[in-house]
Structures are given as C-alpha cells and as structure tokens.
C-alpha cells in the first residue's frame, strides 16, 4: 500500500475548517506571547524521528506473543511501513537497522525503496546479546567484556562488519548497546570486564569513518540482573570521554531504575556536549517499551525543556532521534503514530518555554516563578500547532485517525496476509 497526496487531501478535507479554527485561536494566544509561530512550525517540521526496523511488528514479551497480522516480513516491507508513516506524519523520514535481525540482501532494491518512500538510514545497530546459528563461540558470558579473548575479537569484528554495512546505506552512527553483564555476585571481575569494555570498543571506535559517530547506550539490568557493564550514563560517559570526540552517550529514558531524573543527566551530558542520541519510550516499572508519553508525559516535557536550552546554549551537536518500543496490545503502526506526536508536543511545550524570565526567576530564587513558568507551557494545548506543521508539510491534520480512515491495516492483511510476521521477532 502506497499512501498519495490525493489519499492524504481527502481524509484531511473534513478536518480542515475545525482545524483552522483552533489553529488560529492558538496562533493568536501564541503571538500575543510574543512567540514567532511561523519559527515554531519551522523547527516542529525539522524534528523528525527515526523508527526501528524493530518495531513495525507485534512485540511480545516472555510469555507469548500476539500477532496482528500484515506485519512486515522482509526489510523491504518494514521500509514500506516506515514510508507509509512518513507519508502520514512527514516527521520520521529515516529507520534504523539492527544486524543481524536485518541484513540488507540487495542493497539496490533496499536503496530504491527507501528512496521512494522518502526514508534515509539512521543509525546502525549491534548485536552480540545473541548467538546467530551459524556462530563458532557463544556470546552467554559476554561479548566485548568477555574474558576469552577470542570471544571478543568476534563480538569486535562484527560490530566493525556493521559499520560496513551502514556505509553503504548512508548511516553515520553505530549504536552500540552492550548487554554484557552478570547475574550472580563472583561472577565476573568488574574492573577487568569494563577494562575489556574499553579495549573492544577503541578497536571499533579505529574502524569508525570519520564523519560518524559512536552512540554507546546504558541499561541498569537485563538481560543480567546482578551487574552490567555499561549500566548508567556516568559509565557511558566515561567511556565516550575515553574513546574520543567521535564516541557520545545515548540516553533510552527506559534505562532507568525508577524515579531517576533523567532530564538533569540529559543537562549534565549536554553541559559537556557528550549527548548523542536517544531512544524514545515510556515505563512504569522498568525497560517497559511503551508509547512514548503515555505514562508520565511531564517527565517527557522536562527532557525536551533541557533539550531545547541545551540545544541553543552548549555546543552539544545535533542528536540522533529514535523510537524505542515494542507493542503488544496495538497496532504498531497506530502505536509510533502516537509516539511520534507525543514527542513533538513536548517539543511544543518546551519551544514556548519563556527562558528569559525563567532565567530571571532563577536568578532571584523565585521558586513558585520558576514553576508557573514551566507549566504554563506544560498546560498549554498545542496540538494543533503539530497538526498545522504536519499539514503545512503535506502530512494529514490526524494521523492516526487518517490511517484508520484509509484502512492500511486492512491493506496490508490483504496483501501480506493474516499469518505475515514481521522477521525476528
Ligand atoms: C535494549 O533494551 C534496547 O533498548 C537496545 O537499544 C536494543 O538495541 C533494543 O532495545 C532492541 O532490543
Ligand atoms: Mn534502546
């Protein structure tokens, strides 16, 4: 299934006039704020997110899994889906690949249709949390930290056979996220298993072309529930300190134990312009993959508030933007729809953020100042200033409701089938 102007104008007709009318409303309250609306548009349309080859089918957790049929069963048609959301949305114009759940087997065909449906190649991504079938050692007690040396000049080799692999695509980044760690207190030396850690991924970082970057993300537990090597932002950090100005920190906001404020490690990381990208979900309890801001969508906004004064006082450099879910219970495609626009209202909400007298605020103590300052951002309905920098980019005014209206679940059963499975998962 294809998505054209002419299905986007018809399903955005009935929406048009009550848009407009709640559109200029906020416009209006907008610029009497003083706020440039035209500037704000701007910068909503050049916020585009990148969608994992990972996500586009039915996730599932350990103890069984749900398909909804029409997943994508090749990485051609994951594309496709990704080509059929940005047709949508025109906010996630690129897809990361993870190797080797998605080794591109004719790069022309895999060029031609991304090409097509507008879609770049975002950063690559790693994996030594598996075995493949074929593979001579086994990665169950580590991959880069392993102890066995041979084990890691694997794990090292294909990392390097990754970064090949996004050269030819176009990637300029390889997100690594190293799993290695240990479930039992003796298991493994800490200092030594980080130590490996350095040295597997200087060798990576030697293969790196110049023009990329190495995105090195952290998780407190799981798979291993007593220790991980790369567990919080202060050891990523360290080893991207370590590795040189190519290596940065990916924050995923469900590498988190609970409560943490993650918005003051995003300061502290842009403060020494060491942020690299981010991984986009929501949690309740732990690594959850939800829809990104459908539990604690203050949280998101706070982020984006340090992200947007990060982004225009450090020399931080431009990020790598990334969902990072898994469904379920929905629709995938519906669930990145969502996440893509709960992503872009935090945005919103942090753009209108009035800096200067929060600086004011801050400066004279004025606690109660400073939070009547960030909430009324935080309270103020911008939806339809998405929708109008969606629609002003050729996008439909609804997304989602515009997918269902044009029935692409029901087109994509049809043409894969009921039992299609999106690979790997
Ligand atoms: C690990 O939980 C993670 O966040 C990493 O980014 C992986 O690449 C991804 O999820 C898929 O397993
Ligand atoms: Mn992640």
Redesign the pocket.
């Known amino acids: 299934m294809k998505i054209t102007t002419d299905h986007i104008q018809s399903s955005n007709k009935p929406l048009e006039i009550n848009h407009a009318r709640e559109f200029n409303f906020l416009a209006e309250k907008l610029e009497k704020k003083g706020l440039d609306v035209e500037a704000l548009i701007q910068k909503l349309q050049d916020l585009q997110i990148a969608i994992p080859s990972w996500a586009l089918g039915t996730g599932g957790t350990r103890f069984g899994r749900f398909s909804g049929g029409g997943e994508p069963s090749s990485l051609i048609q994951k594309i496709q889906d990704v080509g059929i959301l940005h047709a949508l949305n025109r906010s996630s114009d690129s897809i990361s690949l993870h190797i080797p759940w998605d080794i591109p087997q004719n790069y022309d065909a895999i060029l031609q249709t991304a090409a097509e449906g507008e879609i770049r190649f975002d950063a690559v991504n790693s994996n030594t949390f598996q075995d493949q079938a074929d593979q001579s050692l086994s990665f169950k007690f580590g991959s880069l930290a392993n102890n066995d040396k041979s084990i890691r000049e694997l794990a090292i080799a294909h990392n390097k056979e990754v970064i090949q692999i996004g050269e030819k695509l176009g990637s300029k980044a390889l997100t690594v996220?190293l799993a290695d760690g240990s479930s039992f207190p003796g298991q493994h030396s800490f200092r030594k298993t980080l130590q490996n850690t350095h040295e597997s991924l200087h060798e990576i970082y030697q293969e790196l072309p110049n023009d990329w970057k190495m995105l090195i993300?952290y998780k407190p537990y799981e798979p291993y529930f007593y220790s991980t090597v790369i567990s919080d932002w202060g050891t990523s950090f360290l080893l991207a300190n370590k590795l040189g100005e190519k290596a940065f920190t990916?924050v995923?906001l469900?590498?988190h134990l609970p409560n943490t404020n993650i918005e003051q490690i995003v300061a502290t990381l842009m403060t020494e312009s060491k942020l690299g990208g981010f991984?986009f979900n929501d949690s309740k309890y732990g690594d959850d993959d939800l829809t990104v801001g459908s539990i604690k969508p203050y949280q998101l906004f706070l982020i984006f508030n340090e992200l947007v004064a990060g982004f225009e006082e450090t020399s931080n450099p431009a990020s790598a933007w990334m969902i990072?879910a898994s469904h379920n219970l929905k629709d995938p495609m519906e669930d990145l729809l969502q996440s893509v626009e709960a992503i872009k209202l935090a945005y919103a909400q942090a753009l209108i953020v009035d800096r200067k007298s929060l600086a004011e605020a801050q400066g004279s103590q004025d606690v109660g100042q400073g939070q009547e300052i960030l909430q009324e951002a935080f309270r103020t309905d911008l939806r339809p200033l998405v929708r109008e920098a969606i629609r002003q980019s050729g996008g439909a005014i609804s997304p989602i409701q515009s997918y269902r209206e044009l029935k692409v679940r029901e087109s994509l059963i049809k043409e894969r089938g009921k039992e299609s499975k999106a690979s790997v998962l």
Do not use: S
């Open positions: 996220w993300e990916l995923d469900g590498h991984h990072d």
